[in-house]
């Protein structure tokens, strides 16, 4: 299947980062506080050295820790300062409701490339489109897999969105958190740029244009395999 959104791999292992790339299905990586948590990391900034070393041709995002505007700036610049291909993460919001479109507008301005991430509704695109400069451009990122998990069809917000983003050059829209496979796909057809996908996604696409009737066969196979290797029997009467 010909897609024409780019796949970016989601996570802070860099083991699993390097594999993904060796399979030649992603194009960058982003990154989070909650994955380098669940990754272990304890050294922030080795971790993003080591990953701009390893990865240096490729777009990776990290975010910035700080919640008050001063100390987000002066992270950001530390951040874009590792290399030319990284993008600082900021959240549109803080965890007061008080939004860090300030903070996004004197970084792009600035030449910063940034990721304005934890985006979930189109009043809050509209505020990150605002807040890039043209000049510089950016990433905003819609957690489309968030909203799907409020019982809400993210499709049409993702329809408005590239809209949105598309009308101002160099703006990217970010399909963000993916919870299978048919995601990509979907973010294709709403027109994202890009799309994050975790490690134990991607490793579900070579099923991509698999026959339905075979997924069936080979669904049974592993149940026979896992039936044989617990050794499970239901006793019968002869």
Known sequence: MQLNVKVYSDGAELSAMKQVAAQGVVQGFTTNPSLMKAAGITDYLAFAKEAVATFPDRSISFEVFANQPDQMLKEAQVLAQLGQHVAVKVPIIRATGEDNTAVITKLSQAGVQVNVTAITTLDQVKLAVAALDEKTGGIVSVFAGRVADTGVD???LMRAAAKVCHTKAGV??????????????????TGCDI??????????????????????????KTFDADIAELGFTIPTAD
């Open 154 to 156: 993210p499709l049409p």
């Open 172 to 189: 990217e829209l970010l399909w963000a958190s993916t919870r299978e496979v048919f995601n990509i796909v979907q973010a294709d057809q």
């Open 195 to 220: 799309i994050t996908v975790p490690p134990k996604i991607l490793a579900k696409l070579p099923k991509f244009g698999k026959d339905a009737f075979q997924v069936s066969v080979d669904t049974v």
